[in-house]
Protein backbone atom coordinates (compact mmCIF):
# COMPACT_ATOMS: atom_id res chain seq x y z
CA UNK A 1 0.00 0.00 0.00
CA UNK A 2 1.53 3.06 -0.95
CA UNK A 3 2.19 5.98 1.93
CA UNK A 4 -0.92 8.20 1.85
CA UNK A 5 -1.02 11.76 3.16
CA UNK A 6 -4.29 12.39 4.79
CA UNK A 7 -5.04 16.49 6.25
CA UNK A 8 -7.46 15.86 9.29
CA UNK A 9 -5.85 16.47 12.13
CA UNK A 10 -5.96 13.51 13.97
CA UNK A 11 -3.62 14.10 16.95
CA UNK A 12 -5.69 16.88 18.31
CA UNK A 13 -8.85 14.65 17.81
CA UNK A 14 -6.87 12.05 19.61
CA UNK A 15 -5.98 14.15 22.62
CA UNK A 16 -8.59 13.61 25.70
CA UNK A 17 -12.10 13.86 25.70
CA UNK A 18 -13.37 16.15 27.88
CA UNK A 19 -13.89 14.10 30.91
CA UNK A 20 -15.86 16.15 32.72
CA UNK A 21 -18.71 16.10 30.37
CA UNK A 22 -18.54 12.13 30.18
CA UNK A 23 -19.00 11.78 34.16
CA UNK A 24 -21.54 14.84 34.07
CA UNK A 25 -24.27 12.51 31.82
CA UNK A 26 -26.40 10.86 34.18
CA UNK A 27 -26.53 6.99 35.30
CA UNK A 28 -29.59 5.66 34.04
CA UNK A 29 -31.66 4.23 37.11
CA UNK A 30 -33.82 1.25 36.92
CA UNK A 31 -36.84 3.94 37.76
CA UNK A 32 -35.94 5.84 34.55
CA UNK A 33 -38.06 5.47 31.30
CA UNK A 34 -36.24 5.24 28.37
CA UNK A 35 -37.00 4.88 24.78
CA UNK A 36 -34.66 4.44 22.02
CA UNK A 37 -34.51 7.06 19.43
CA UNK A 38 -34.51 4.99 16.65
CA UNK A 39 -34.40 1.40 16.34
CA UNK A 40 -32.42 -1.48 13.99
CA UNK A 41 -34.83 -3.97 11.99
CA UNK A 42 -34.30 -7.53 13.66
CA UNK A 43 -33.03 -9.95 11.08
CA UNK A 44 -33.73 -13.06 12.82
CA UNK A 45 -36.92 -13.26 14.28
CA UNK A 46 -35.82 -13.82 17.51
CA UNK A 47 -34.82 -10.49 18.99
CA UNK A 48 -31.20 -11.45 20.32
CA UNK A 49 -30.03 -9.78 23.31
CA UNK A 50 -27.39 -9.81 25.09
CA UNK A 51 -28.11 -10.39 28.64
CA UNK A 52 -24.75 -9.89 30.18
CA UNK A 53 -20.98 -10.19 29.77
CA UNK A 54 -18.17 -10.83 32.43
CA UNK A 55 -14.18 -10.87 32.50
CA UNK A 56 -11.63 -11.86 34.80
CA UNK A 57 -9.34 -8.70 35.49
CA UNK A 58 -7.15 -9.11 32.63
CA UNK A 59 -3.27 -9.22 34.09
CA UNK A 60 -0.03 -8.94 32.23
CA UNK A 61 1.27 -11.99 31.05
CA UNK A 62 3.87 -13.57 34.20
CA UNK A 63 1.94 -12.17 36.80
CA UNK A 64 -0.88 -13.39 39.18
CA UNK A 65 -2.26 -16.19 36.82
CA UNK A 66 1.10 -17.39 35.59
CA UNK A 67 0.51 -21.04 37.61
CA UNK A 68 -2.83 -21.54 36.19
CA UNK A 69 -4.21 -23.60 33.13
CA UNK A 70 -6.42 -21.37 31.34
CA UNK A 71 -10.02 -23.53 31.75
CA UNK A 72 -9.02 -22.50 35.28
CA UNK A 73 -9.88 -18.49 34.23
CA UNK A 74 -12.41 -20.00 31.60
CA UNK A 75 -14.31 -21.46 34.12
CA UNK A 76 -14.21 -18.60 36.95
CA UNK A 77 -16.32 -16.94 33.70
CA UNK A 78 -18.47 -19.12 32.79
CA UNK A 79 -19.11 -19.58 36.55
CA UNK A 80 -19.56 -16.05 37.26
CA UNK A 81 -21.77 -15.32 34.35
CA UNK A 82 -24.45 -17.65 35.67
CA UNK A 83 -23.92 -16.37 38.92
CA UNK A 84 -23.83 -12.70 38.45
CA UNK A 85 -27.16 -13.16 36.18
CA UNK A 86 -29.01 -15.47 38.40
CA UNK A 87 -29.27 -18.10 35.10
CA UNK A 88 -29.04 -21.61 36.35
CA UNK A 89 -26.60 -23.33 34.43
CA UNK A 90 -29.34 -25.80 33.01
CA UNK A 91 -30.79 -23.96 30.97
CA UNK A 92 -27.67 -23.04 28.71
CA UNK A 93 -28.18 -25.14 26.26
CA UNK A 94 -24.74 -24.21 24.06
CA UNK A 95 -21.56 -22.73 24.87
CA UNK A 96 -19.27 -21.71 21.84
CA UNK A 97 -15.55 -20.54 23.55
CA UNK A 98 -12.99 -18.84 21.96
CA UNK A 99 -8.87 -19.48 22.37
CA UNK A 100 -5.86 -18.54 20.05
CA UNK A 101 -3.09 -20.39 21.35
CA UNK A 102 -4.55 -23.28 22.15
CA UNK A 103 -3.33 -25.53 25.63
CA UNK A 104 -3.24 -28.60 23.95
CA UNK A 105 -4.62 -30.28 26.78
CA UNK A 106 -7.73 -28.72 26.85
CA UNK A 107 -8.27 -28.50 22.71
CA UNK A 108 -11.60 -28.29 23.37
CA UNK A 109 -11.17 -25.67 26.05
CA UNK A 110 -15.03 -24.73 26.13
CA UNK A 111 -16.26 -28.04 27.22
CA UNK A 112 -13.40 -28.39 29.69
CA UNK A 113 -14.47 -25.19 31.45
CA UNK A 114 -17.59 -26.13 31.32
CA UNK A 115 -17.45 -29.46 33.19
CA UNK A 116 -14.97 -27.44 35.77
CA UNK A 117 -17.22 -24.78 36.26
CA UNK A 118 -20.37 -27.40 36.86
CA UNK A 119 -22.18 -27.24 34.19
CA UNK A 120 -24.57 -30.36 33.07
CA UNK A 121 -22.50 -32.44 31.32
CA UNK A 122 -25.76 -32.70 28.60
CA UNK A 123 -24.62 -29.04 27.28
CA UNK A 124 -22.35 -29.22 24.30
CA UNK A 125 -19.72 -26.62 23.48
CA UNK A 126 -17.25 -26.33 21.02
CA UNK A 127 -14.22 -24.14 21.16
CA UNK A 128 -13.55 -21.96 18.10
CA UNK A 129 -10.57 -19.75 16.36
CA UNK A 130 -10.62 -16.35 14.81
CA UNK A 131 -7.14 -14.84 16.26
CA UNK A 132 -8.27 -11.99 18.16
CA UNK A 133 -12.04 -11.97 17.19
CA UNK A 134 -12.51 -15.31 18.62
CA UNK A 135 -15.02 -14.72 21.24
CA UNK A 136 -16.59 -12.57 18.12
CA UNK A 137 -17.02 -15.29 16.52
CA UNK A 138 -17.79 -16.97 19.15
CA UNK A 139 -21.09 -14.35 19.59
CA UNK A 140 -22.04 -14.42 16.04
CA UNK A 141 -21.56 -18.67 16.02
CA UNK A 142 -24.30 -18.17 18.90
CA UNK A 143 -26.83 -15.74 17.18
CA UNK A 144 -26.72 -18.50 14.16
CA UNK A 145 -27.50 -21.31 16.31
CA UNK A 146 -30.63 -19.19 17.96
CA UNK A 147 -31.97 -17.54 14.57
CA UNK A 148 -31.78 -21.23 13.07
CA UNK A 149 -34.16 -21.94 15.96
CA UNK A 150 -31.22 -24.77 17.15
CA UNK A 151 -31.12 -23.12 20.61
CA UNK A 152 -32.84 -20.38 22.55
CA UNK A 153 -29.85 -19.92 25.44
CA UNK A 154 -26.34 -19.67 24.14
CA UNK A 155 -23.16 -18.81 26.45
CA UNK A 156 -20.15 -17.60 24.62
CA UNK A 157 -16.41 -16.60 25.44
CA UNK A 158 -12.94 -16.59 25.64
CA UNK A 159 -9.67 -17.36 26.90
CA UNK A 160 -5.95 -16.60 26.79
CA UNK A 161 -3.13 -17.37 28.41
CA UNK A 162 -0.07 -15.86 27.22
CA UNK A 163 1.86 -17.05 30.60
CA UNK A 164 2.18 -20.25 29.20
CA UNK A 165 2.09 -20.85 26.06
CA UNK A 166 2.70 -24.68 23.91
CA UNK A 167 6.80 -24.69 23.01
CA UNK A 168 7.08 -27.43 20.36
CA UNK A 169 10.51 -29.46 20.11
CA UNK A 170 12.07 -29.26 16.98
CA UNK A 171 10.34 -30.95 13.43
CA UNK A 172 13.51 -33.10 13.69
CA UNK A 173 13.11 -34.40 17.09
CA UNK A 174 9.34 -35.24 16.92
CA UNK A 175 9.66 -36.98 14.19
CA UNK A 176 12.42 -39.01 15.69
CA UNK A 177 10.43 -39.14 19.03
CA UNK A 178 7.38 -40.69 16.78
CA UNK A 179 9.56 -43.57 14.88
CA UNK A 180 11.21 -44.10 18.33
CA UNK A 181 7.64 -45.14 19.36
CA UNK A 182 7.33 -47.34 16.77
CA UNK A 183 11.18 -49.50 17.22
CA UNK A 184 10.76 -52.65 18.47
CA UNK A 185 14.38 -53.61 19.45
CA UNK A 186 17.05 -51.83 21.06
CA UNK A 187 19.08 -52.22 18.28
CA UNK A 188 16.28 -50.14 16.48
CA UNK A 189 16.23 -47.59 19.31
CA UNK A 190 20.14 -46.92 19.38
CA UNK A 191 20.29 -47.07 15.98
CA UNK A 192 17.46 -43.91 15.93
CA UNK A 193 19.28 -42.06 19.00
CA UNK A 194 22.75 -42.01 16.74
CA UNK A 195 20.62 -39.73 14.37
CA UNK A 196 20.59 -37.09 16.84
CA UNK A 197 22.35 -33.55 15.87
CA UNK A 198 22.61 -30.75 18.10
CA UNK A 199 20.05 -28.97 15.66
CA UNK A 200 17.31 -31.05 17.20
CA UNK A 201 17.06 -29.16 20.45
CA UNK A 202 16.60 -25.72 19.06
CA UNK A 203 12.76 -25.17 20.36
CA UNK A 204 10.07 -24.18 18.03
CA UNK A 205 8.25 -21.07 19.85
CA UNK A 206 4.49 -19.65 19.21
CA UNK A 207 5.01 -16.30 17.92
CA UNK A 208 2.36 -13.63 17.76
CA UNK A 209 2.92 -13.25 13.76
CA UNK A 210 1.81 -13.94 10.58
CA UNK A 211 1.84 -17.71 9.10
CA UNK A 212 1.35 -16.91 5.34
CA UNK A 213 4.24 -13.94 5.65
CA UNK A 214 6.09 -14.47 8.81
CA UNK A 215 5.83 -10.88 9.83
CA UNK A 216 5.17 -10.26 13.43
CA UNK A 217 1.82 -7.93 14.62
CA UNK A 218 4.19 -5.30 15.71
CA UNK A 219 6.18 -5.57 12.96
CA UNK A 220 2.52 -5.17 10.56
CA UNK A 221 1.71 -2.41 13.24
CA UNK A 222 4.86 -0.44 12.33
CA UNK A 223 4.24 -0.77 8.35
CA UNK A 224 0.82 0.40 8.61
CA UNK A 225 1.40 3.35 10.90
CA UNK A 226 4.59 4.33 8.49
CA UNK A 227 1.70 3.96 5.72
CA UNK A 228 -0.55 6.82 6.84
CA UNK A 229 2.63 8.66 8.09
CA UNK A 230 1.12 8.26 11.78
CA UNK A 231 3.78 9.54 14.00
CA UNK A 232 5.10 8.49 17.33
CA UNK A 233 4.30 11.25 19.10
CA UNK A 234 0.75 10.57 18.30
CA UNK A 235 0.96 6.86 19.13
CA UNK A 236 2.42 7.73 22.23
CA UNK A 237 -0.32 10.31 22.80
CA UNK A 238 -3.09 8.04 21.93
CA UNK A 239 -1.66 5.05 24.08
CA UNK A 240 -1.53 7.66 27.02
CA UNK A 241 -5.20 8.45 26.28
CA UNK A 242 -6.49 4.83 26.63
CA UNK A 243 -4.36 3.86 30.11
CA UNK A 244 -5.71 7.59 31.24
CA UNK A 245 -9.34 6.42 29.97
CA UNK A 246 -9.29 3.04 31.60
CA UNK A 247 -7.73 4.62 34.93
CA UNK A 248 -10.78 6.89 35.44
CA UNK A 249 -13.40 4.02 34.69
CA UNK A 250 -11.45 1.56 37.15
CA UNK A 251 -11.84 4.73 39.78
CA UNK A 252 -15.37 5.37 38.59
CA UNK A 253 -15.93 1.86 39.64
CA UNK A 254 -17.54 1.57 35.83
CA UNK A 255 -15.92 -2.02 35.05
CA UNK A 256 -18.32 -3.84 36.58
CA UNK A 257 -17.64 -6.64 33.81
CA UNK A 258 -15.03 -7.79 36.12
CA UNK A 259 -15.64 -10.69 38.93
CA UNK A 260 -12.22 -11.04 41.14
CA UNK A 261 -10.07 -13.85 40.57
CA UNK A 262 -9.16 -15.79 44.19
CA UNK A 263 -6.17 -17.57 43.24
CA UNK A 264 -5.83 -21.15 44.16
CA UNK A 265 -3.82 -22.17 47.41
CA UNK A 266 -3.89 -18.84 48.41
CA UNK A 267 -5.76 -15.56 49.96
CA UNK A 268 -4.98 -13.14 47.09
CA UNK A 269 -7.95 -11.79 45.25
CA UNK A 270 -7.47 -10.60 42.30
CA UNK A 271 -9.66 -7.65 41.33
CA UNK A 272 -8.20 -5.09 38.76
CA UNK A 273 -6.45 -4.95 35.70
CA UNK A 274 -3.24 -4.79 36.27
CA UNK A 275 -1.41 -3.38 32.91
CA UNK A 276 -3.52 0.21 33.43
CA UNK A 277 0.09 2.45 33.65
CA UNK A 278 -0.45 6.68 33.74
CA UNK A 279 2.83 7.30 32.92
CA UNK A 280 4.49 10.54 32.06
CA UNK A 281 4.71 11.66 28.26
CA UNK A 282 8.46 11.33 28.35
CA UNK A 283 8.91 7.67 29.82
CA UNK A 284 6.60 6.84 26.91
CA UNK A 285 8.62 8.84 24.56
CA UNK A 286 11.69 7.45 25.70
CA UNK A 287 11.75 3.63 24.66
CA UNK A 288 13.36 2.09 22.23
CA UNK A 289 11.32 0.25 19.17
CA UNK A 290 9.82 -2.93 20.13
CA UNK A 291 10.01 -4.24 16.85
CA UNK A 292 11.70 -2.90 13.39
CA UNK A 293 14.90 -1.14 14.93
CA UNK A 294 16.08 1.13 15.09
CA UNK A 295 13.59 3.39 13.29
CA UNK A 296 10.26 1.94 14.19
CA UNK A 297 7.59 3.83 16.39
CA UNK A 298 5.90 0.77 18.19
CA UNK A 299 6.75 0.49 21.33
CA UNK A 300 6.02 -1.94 24.57
CA UNK A 301 4.09 1.68 25.77
CA UNK A 302 2.18 1.96 22.37
CA UNK A 303 1.66 -1.63 21.67
CA UNK A 304 -1.23 -3.74 23.26
CA UNK A 305 0.59 -6.14 26.08
CA UNK A 306 0.51 -9.94 26.42
CA UNK A 307 -2.36 -10.64 28.85
CA UNK A 308 -3.98 -14.24 30.36
CA UNK A 309 -7.17 -13.08 31.44
CA UNK A 310 -11.36 -14.59 30.05
CA UNK A 311 -15.00 -13.27 29.19
CA UNK A 312 -18.37 -15.03 28.74
CA UNK A 313 -21.26 -13.84 28.14
CA UNK A 314 -24.97 -15.19 27.77
CA UNK A 315 -27.20 -14.25 25.01
CA UNK A 316 -30.69 -15.96 23.94
CA UNK A 317 -33.95 -14.65 22.94
CA UNK A 318 -35.49 -11.82 23.91
CA UNK A 319 -38.52 -13.79 24.69
CA UNK A 320 -36.49 -16.57 27.28
CA UNK A 321 -35.17 -13.33 28.22
CA UNK A 322 -38.93 -12.55 29.28
CA UNK A 323 -39.65 -15.41 30.62
CA UNK A 324 -36.87 -15.86 33.08
CA UNK A 325 -37.22 -12.21 34.19
CA UNK A 326 -33.74 -10.98 33.01
CA UNK A 327 -33.03 -7.24 31.70
CA UNK A 328 -30.87 -7.67 29.03
CA UNK A 329 -28.41 -5.09 28.41
CA UNK A 330 -28.67 -4.78 24.61
CA UNK A 331 -29.89 -6.01 21.39
CA UNK A 332 -27.13 -8.20 19.05
CA UNK A 333 -28.32 -6.38 15.36
CA UNK A 334 -25.99 -6.83 12.93
CA UNK A 335 -22.53 -8.18 12.33
CA UNK A 336 -20.32 -8.51 9.24
CA UNK A 337 -16.87 -9.84 9.07
CA UNK A 338 -14.28 -8.29 6.41
CA UNK A 339 -10.82 -9.96 5.30
CA UNK A 340 -8.34 -8.79 3.34
CA UNK A 341 -4.96 -10.05 1.62
CA UNK A 342 -2.39 -9.65 5.09
CA UNK A 343 0.32 -9.61 3.06
CA UNK A 344 -0.88 -5.87 2.29
CA UNK A 345 -2.12 -4.21 5.43
CA UNK A 346 -3.61 -6.97 7.97
CA UNK A 347 -4.95 -4.55 10.70
CA UNK A 348 -7.12 -2.73 8.85
CA UNK A 349 -10.14 -4.55 9.54
CA UNK A 350 -11.84 -1.69 11.32
CA UNK A 351 -12.09 0.66 8.51
CA UNK A 352 -13.49 -1.74 6.08
CA UNK A 353 -16.13 -3.77 8.81
CA UNK A 354 -17.62 0.06 9.85
CA UNK A 355 -18.91 0.84 6.75
CA UNK A 356 -20.39 -2.38 5.48
CA UNK A 357 -21.72 -2.82 9.03
CA UNK A 358 -23.02 0.34 9.46
CA UNK A 359 -24.82 -0.27 6.11
CA UNK A 360 -26.05 -3.66 7.20
CA UNK A 361 -28.19 -1.76 9.64
CA UNK A 362 -29.49 1.42 8.00
CA UNK A 363 -27.36 3.40 10.25
CA UNK A 364 -24.52 6.59 9.66
CA UNK A 365 -21.75 6.80 11.41
CA UNK A 366 -23.55 9.88 13.35
CA UNK A 367 -26.24 7.07 14.98
CA UNK A 368 -23.35 6.21 17.02
CA UNK A 369 -23.14 7.17 20.50
CA UNK A 370 -20.45 4.21 21.83
CA UNK A 371 -17.21 2.97 19.58
CA UNK A 372 -15.17 0.35 20.58
CA UNK A 373 -12.71 -0.42 19.16
CA UNK A 374 -10.10 -3.35 19.71
CA UNK A 375 -6.79 -1.70 20.04
CA UNK A 376 -3.86 -3.59 19.08
CA UNK A 377 -1.45 -1.37 18.83
CA UNK A 378 -2.06 2.85 18.60
CA UNK A 379 -0.66 3.17 15.79
CA UNK A 380 -2.91 0.75 14.19
CA UNK A 381 -6.05 2.37 15.79
CA UNK A 382 -4.38 5.92 14.11
CA UNK A 383 -4.31 4.31 11.15
CA UNK A 384 -7.56 3.03 10.99
CA UNK A 385 -9.21 6.26 11.77
CA UNK A 386 -7.32 8.04 9.14
CA UNK A 387 -8.33 5.28 6.52
CA UNK A 388 -11.74 6.00 7.46
CA UNK A 389 -11.57 9.37 7.10
CA UNK A 390 -9.73 9.57 3.68
CA UNK A 391 -11.43 10.17 0.19
CA UNK A 392 -8.45 8.19 -1.30
CA UNK A 393 -8.53 5.17 0.72
CA UNK A 394 -12.39 4.95 0.24
CA UNK A 395 -11.86 4.79 -3.69
CA UNK A 396 -8.66 3.10 -3.96
CA UNK A 397 -8.95 0.29 -1.80
CA UNK A 398 -13.06 0.42 -0.40
CA UNK A 399 -14.63 0.61 -3.43
CA UNK A 400 -16.48 3.89 -2.20
CA UNK A 401 -17.14 7.26 -4.05
CA UNK A 402 -16.26 8.50 -0.66
CA UNK A 403 -15.05 8.24 2.84
CA UNK A 404 -16.84 6.72 5.65
CA UNK A 405 -16.19 9.94 7.86
CA UNK A 406 -14.19 11.08 10.76
CA UNK A 407 -15.54 9.56 14.39
CA UNK A 408 -16.00 11.86 17.73
CA UNK A 409 -12.88 10.50 19.48
CA UNK A 410 -15.47 12.04 22.47
CA UNK A 411 -17.31 8.36 21.74
CA UNK A 412 -13.98 6.45 20.90
CA UNK A 413 -13.17 4.23 23.48
CA UNK A 414 -14.04 6.33 26.21
CA UNK A 415 -12.83 3.48 29.43
CA UNK A 416 -9.97 2.65 27.88
CA UNK A 417 -9.24 -0.25 25.36
CA UNK A 418 -6.68 -2.89 24.73
CA UNK A 419 -3.19 -0.64 25.33
CA UNK A 420 -4.22 -0.20 29.04
CA UNK A 421 -7.09 -2.93 29.51
CA UNK A 422 -5.01 -5.74 28.09
CA UNK A 423 -5.67 -7.88 25.13
CA UNK A 424 -6.07 -11.87 26.25
CA UNK A 425 -6.55 -12.61 22.46
CA UNK A 426 -9.74 -14.75 22.16
CA UNK A 427 -10.98 -12.73 25.20
CA UNK A 428 -11.41 -9.32 24.02
CA UNK A 429 -14.58 -9.93 21.85
CA UNK A 430 -16.95 -10.10 24.95
CA UNK A 431 -14.79 -7.38 26.79
CA UNK A 432 -15.62 -5.20 23.85
CA UNK A 433 -18.96 -5.75 23.60
CA UNK A 434 -20.20 -5.38 27.51
CA UNK A 435 -18.10 -2.51 27.40
CA UNK A 436 -20.37 -0.72 24.37
CA UNK A 437 -23.58 -1.52 26.23
CA UNK A 438 -22.37 -0.47 29.63
CA UNK A 439 -21.70 2.89 27.89
CA UNK A 440 -24.85 2.87 26.01
CA UNK A 441 -26.68 2.38 29.83
CA UNK A 442 -24.68 5.04 31.77
CA UNK A 443 -24.12 7.54 28.86
CA UNK A 444 -27.62 7.11 27.47
CA UNK A 445 -27.03 6.10 24.16
CA UNK A 446 -28.80 3.80 22.08
CA UNK A 447 -25.90 2.27 19.13
CA UNK A 448 -22.84 0.80 19.77
CA UNK A 449 -19.93 -0.25 17.47
CA UNK A 450 -17.89 -3.03 18.02
CA UNK A 451 -14.79 -3.76 15.67
CA UNK A 452 -11.66 -5.20 15.83
CA UNK A 453 -8.44 -6.75 13.64
CA UNK A 454 -7.42 -10.22 13.34
CA UNK A 455 -4.50 -12.18 12.43
CA UNK A 456 -4.71 -13.51 8.72
CA UNK A 457 -6.05 -9.96 7.75
CA UNK A 458 -9.64 -10.58 9.10
CA UNK A 459 -11.95 -7.83 11.39
CA UNK A 460 -15.53 -7.79 12.74
CA UNK A 461 -17.97 -5.57 12.97
CA UNK A 462 -21.07 -5.69 15.09
CA UNK A 463 -23.90 -3.12 16.28
CA UNK A 464 -25.94 -3.59 19.48
CA UNK A 465 -28.35 -1.67 20.36
CA UNK A 466 -29.66 -0.38 24.00
CA UNK A 467 -32.02 -2.75 25.37
CA UNK A 468 -35.07 -0.66 27.07
CA UNK A 469 -34.49 -2.53 30.62
CA UNK A 470 -30.77 -2.52 30.29
CA UNK A 471 -29.41 -1.79 33.86
CA UNK A 472 -25.58 -0.74 34.24
CA UNK A 473 -24.89 -2.86 37.10
C1 LIG B 1 -4.95 -7.96 15.93
C2 LIG B 1 -4.13 -8.08 17.15
O1 LIG B 1 -4.56 -7.74 18.20
S1 LIG B 1 -2.59 -8.66 16.98
C3 LIG B 1 -1.94 -8.76 18.60
C4 LIG B 1 -1.40 -7.46 19.03
N1 LIG B 1 -0.58 -7.58 20.20
C5 LIG B 1 0.69 -8.04 20.14
O2 LIG B 1 1.22 -8.44 19.11
C6 LIG B 1 1.44 -7.99 21.42
C7 LIG B 1 2.53 -6.99 21.27
N2 LIG B 1 3.26 -6.82 22.52
C8 LIG B 1 4.38 -7.50 22.82
O3 LIG B 1 4.80 -8.43 22.14
C9 LIG B 1 5.14 -7.06 24.05
O4 LIG B 1 4.27 -6.42 24.94
C10 LIG B 1 6.30 -6.07 23.64
C11 LIG B 1 7.33 -6.85 22.80
C12 LIG B 1 5.79 -4.89 22.83
C13 LIG B 1 6.96 -5.49 24.89
O5 LIG B 1 7.36 -6.51 25.69
P1 LIG B 1 8.46 -6.24 26.84
O6 LIG B 1 9.73 -5.76 26.24
O7 LIG B 1 8.48 -7.47 27.68
O8 LIG B 1 7.79 -5.03 27.62
P2 LIG B 1 8.11 -4.51 29.07
O9 LIG B 1 6.90 -4.65 29.90
O10 LIG B 1 9.39 -5.12 29.58
O11 LIG B 1 8.34 -2.98 28.83
C14 LIG B 1 9.50 -2.47 28.18
C15 LIG B 1 9.70 -1.05 28.68
O12 LIG B 1 8.55 -0.28 28.37
C16 LIG B 1 8.03 0.33 29.55
N3 LIG B 1 6.58 0.39 29.42
C17 LIG B 1 5.74 -0.61 29.09
N4 LIG B 1 4.48 -0.14 29.06
C18 LIG B 1 4.52 1.16 29.38
C19 LIG B 1 3.54 2.17 29.51
N5 LIG B 1 2.26 1.94 29.31
N6 LIG B 1 3.95 3.40 29.83
C20 LIG B 1 5.26 3.67 30.02
N7 LIG B 1 6.24 2.76 29.91
C21 LIG B 1 5.86 1.51 29.59
C22 LIG B 1 8.49 -0.59 30.67
O13 LIG B 1 8.53 0.07 31.90
C23 LIG B 1 9.87 -0.93 30.19
O14 LIG B 1 10.68 0.19 30.42
P3 LIG B 1 12.19 0.05 30.91
O15 LIG B 1 12.90 -0.64 29.77
O16 LIG B 1 12.63 1.44 31.14
O17 LIG B 1 12.15 -0.81 32.14
Known amino acids: MAAISVSTNLLAKAALPSLGSLAARSLTTSSTVWTPRKTVKDRTG ?113 VEMMSDVPIRHSRKMRALMLRANKAKTLGQKLQLLSTIRPDFFVPELPAVAEFSSGETM ?112 CYLRDFVYVSQDPKDQLLLGPAYATPKVLEKAGLALSDIDAFEF ?13 AMDSDWFAQNYMNRQSKVGAIDLNKFNNWGGSLSIGHPFAATGVRLTVHAANRLIRDDGTFGLIAACAAGGQGVGMIVERHPDGQAN
Request: charged share 20%.
Open 46 to 158: KNIVFVDGVRTPFLTSGSDYQKLMPHQLASHSLLHLMKKTGVPRELVEYIIYGTVIQEVKTSNIGREAALSAGFSDKTPSHTVTMACISSNAGMTTGIGLIAAGAYDVIVAGG
Open 218 to 329: GHSADRLAASFKVTRDEQDKYALRSHTLAQEATNKGYLTDIVPFKLPGSDKVVEKDNGIRVAPLEKLASLKPAFVKPHGTVTAANASFLTDGASACLIMTEQKAKELGLKPK
Open 374 to 386: HEAFAGQILANLK
